[in-house]
């Protein structure tokens, strides 16, 4: 066992990874909603696949703002967290939508 804890360089590569997963995951998700909108047309299933889809860019924001156009990390985390919150209330609109 490492008795020295994980530093900053493993620590941002373990964020990449994640960040990278989220991404790969939600586009996934993001795509089959966007398919089954195609599908049937149903105003519910597309404000689902708004609703995923701006909730993975909420996700993968913050950390893209902090290391490609050094914007403060606080405002980015804070710039995700709105976005998050816009796409589950999407989704939960579209829940509601008949």
């Known amino acids: 066992m490492n008795p020295f804890p994980a530093g900053p360089t493993e620590t941002m590569l373990a964020l990449a990874v994640v960040k990278t997963l989220v991404l790969v995951v939600g586009s996934v998700i993001t795509y089959f909603a966007f398919k089954a909108y195609r599908r049937t047309r149903q105003p519910a299933l597309g404000y689902l696949t ?10 993968v924001l913050a950390g893209m703002l902090y290391e490609v156009l050094g914007v403060a990390l606080v405002t980015g985390i804070l710039l995700e967290s709105l976005l998050v919150l816009v796409g589950f209330l999407v989704i939960a609109y579209s829940l509601y939508v008949q």
Request: no cysteine; aromatic share 20%; hydrophobic share 60%.
């Open 50 to 59: 708004a609703g995923f889809g701006i909730v993975t860019l909420g996700f």
